[in-house]
């Protein structure tokens, strides 16, 4: 199969990202690149809504109750706007009268970023040998199996005997969707789905928040475009590290949100582009999308807008009056209190305890941006700290909250990167810790900051040449060249390519055991139960073989006594007969074993009821590909 018969599962994917989005939009009367930017979010936060309410009236997920829920939400949402808010907007268009500068940077880091994409993959069926990606891929089974997209039910694939938990799972629900649209296999809507949002979310996100802090201008448009494709760290080091495929989807909905926050707050180049209501009221519905994604990207949002609103809070307060100062101090406190609150809900624990490097290393990373060791991009690291003296010489509100932001997300860096101490880790809780999540936030906070850089470069050598668009070429073009050269993308797209490749020696599933696994629909019934370690691959049967097994994930809890009982004892069968009446309930007919080799080989977990089974008169060898082996369970019979 070659890319070009992914093609289909692309196109599906960018039309469920953009086009509920961008037609609730336009009828409240979004423009522009504000349109196509705010349309990703406003898109999953339809859909997500769509998750939510149709298991509760017994209707199944798929394209056409999803859309259909979608257009009737979206239908009220654009009454409530135009009839009850009476929303007007205004957008300015851009600096240079035209759009076709957007185009050029749109196209060029979607062009880059996919290209690097699929030469690093290999194959649009590869898929990520990863200890995340069991979850991630049985979970989109999970949705198509039960039909319910909910995130109240997905937990249940994790804690099938406990109590249901919350789980925003937009990625799994949209991944799903596309799925079905096109019956692609599982891999292949994933890498298919990560595409689209790299062309359809990314791009234009950055662009939008770049244009609010160094504005519309042509070299600032261009320059965004390139350097949002210089930087591995984010977006496309979220496909290899993890894998953090919802947070790399979170993620790129953050800037487009984050631009919506600061030109409320008045932290922008462009005037507000609607009343206070209408533009609080789309906040939220944005953020809601952003936070279904992931809630690590709304804590993202919600650090970067921090150092802003704070800036804008002190801007000219000696000036205003005393009812525009209460004014003013009961929209900060309300912001610092919304804030709080979401910290106290959302905070996740200091997961990752361990230090990644010494506090010199981390300091070096985040003045050179050769984040997670990709590269040594020192001419775009060079751009975002001029982009910072630029800023703080501008003495106003915006070069105020450029600064406070690049502080805020290193010091956060630093501290989950390199220092021990777990008081002085506390603020990184929300991000579990991990350096590699602020690592890709880092990204999004300097790109503006390298772009205002460009801009200055531009303007003042434009005022020497004649004409002035011959400097402006030479200077993007010596920046798109340098940029991408030294910024690590070799490095990353190797790794990429070992973690993705199905080799006899794979990390999670070998060439032998997914050959296994595809024969499983021939072999074992719908529903028929499959045995097996999670933690050498056999939970995979699920997402690659539509077929269930006890085990759906490598981290399992609340399982129940049946799934216990099994797992200990089924080779014991014959002498217990608690293990039959287990087996019978939970309808387990086959066992597959792919070894001792685990995801971490370093551990080994033992399940003594499903191993050494190799001559047990309780089990029969049906399959076998290599060392990987389907045995039919006939104790009971």
Not at 214 to 238: E, K, V, Y
Request: with cysteine; hydrophobic share 55%; glycine share 8%.
């Amino acid at each position: 199969m070659s890319w070009i018969d992914a093609l289909p599962t692309v196109l599906a994917s960018a039309a469920l990202l953009l086009v509920p989005g961008l037609a609730v939009g336009w009828f409240i009367g979004l423009r522009r690149l504000w349109l196509w930017a705010l349309a990703p979010a406003v898109s999953i936060t339809l859909l997500s809504a769509a998750s939510v309410v149709l298991p509760l009236i017994g209707v199944s997920w798929n394209p056409v109750s999803a859309l259909l829920f979608a257009a009737v939400f979206g239908a009220l949402i654009v009454c409530l706007f135009r009839f009850a808010l009476r929303a007007k907007f205004d957008f300015a268009p851009t600096e240079s009268g035209r759009s076709w500068p957007t185009i050029v940077a749109w196209a060029f880091c979607s062009i880059v970023l996919i290209t690097i994409t699929v030469t690093s993959i290999g194959k649009p069926e590869a898929f990520s040998q990863t200890f995340d990606n069991v979850f991630h891929l049985n979970a989109i089974a999970f949705i198509g199996d039960t039909g319910s997209a909910s995130p109240f039910d997905i937990t249940v694939l994790t804690t099938p005997d406990g109590a249901r938990g919350f789980y925003p799972d937009a990625y799994h629900a949209l991944v799903q969707l596309a799925q079905q649209f096109t019956g692609a296999s599982i891999p292949l809507a994933i890498n298919a789905f990560n595409i689209a949002v790299l062309a359809a979310v990314w791009p234009a996100g950055i662009l939008l928040l770049s244009r609010q802090i160094a504005g519309s201008s042509r070299a600032a448009t261009i320059a965004t475009g390139i350097l949002a494709a210089a930087l591995p760290a984010f977006p496309l080091n979220m496909l290899l590290y993890g894998v953090l495929y919802p947070y790399f989807l979170g993620l790129t909905l953050l800037p487009a949100a984050l631009a919506l926050v600061l030109n409320l707050i008045g932290v922008s180049r462009e005037n507000r582009v609607t009343t206070l209501w209408p533009h609080i009221v789309l906040l939220a519905g944005v953020l809601f999308g952003v936070a279904m994604a992931h809630p690590g990207a709304t804590m993202g949002v919600l650090a970067l807008a921090a150092p802003s609103a704070t800036a804008a809070f002190i801007n000219g307060w000696a000036k205003l009056t005393a009812k525009q100062k209460k004014q003013r101090s009961l929209g900060f406190g309300i912001f610092v209190v919304f804030g709080l609150t979401v910290i106290v809900v959302l905070r996740q624990g200091d997961w990752w305890r361990d230090t990644r490097m010494s506090v010199f290393e981390a300091v070096k990373q985040i003045v050179t941006l050769s984040l997670e060791g990709y590269g040594l991009p020192l001419l775009t690291a060079a751009l975002v700290l001029f982009g910072l003296v630029i800023a703080i010489r501008r003495k106003d509100v915006i070069g105020g909250a450029v600064v406070g932001m690049w502080v805020v997300v290193a010091i956060l860096y630093v501290l989950a990167a390199s220092v021990k101490p777990p008081i002085l880790r506390v603020p990184t809780w929300l991000w579990y810790g991990d350096s590699p999540r602020l690592s890709a936030i880092f990204v999004i906070t300097v790109i503006p900051i390298g772009v205002l850089a460009v801009r200055w470069i531009v303007d003042a050598l434009a005022k020497r040449t004649r004409p002035s668009w011959i400097s402006e070429v030479v200077v993007l073009l010596v920046v798109a060249a340098v940029a991408l050269t030294t910024s690590g993308y070799e490095r990353l797209s190797i790794i990429i390519h070992q973690v993705y490749e199905l080799k006899p020696d794979a990390r999670l599933v070998s060439q032998d055991e997914v050959a296994l696994l595809k024969r499983l629909p021939s072999e074992v019934a719908p529903d028929e139960v499959i045995a097996g370690s999670p933690w050498t691959g056999t939970a995979l049967a699920y997402a690659f073989a539509d077929r269930h097994v006890l085990y759906p994930h490598i981290l399992m809890n609340n399982v129940g006594k049946d799934r216990k009982l099994v797992m200990e004892s089924l080779k014991n069968a014959d002498t217990d007969p608690a293990v039959c009446k287990a087996a019978d309930r939970l309808n387990v007919r086959y066992v597959l074993d792919f070894g001792t080799n685990e995801i971490k080989p370093e551990e080994r977990h033992k399940y003594p009821g499903i191993e050494g089974l190799s001559g047990s008169p309780l089990f029969k060898l049906v399959d076998q590909e290599g060392n990987a082996k389907l045995y039919r369970f006939t104790g009971c019979g």
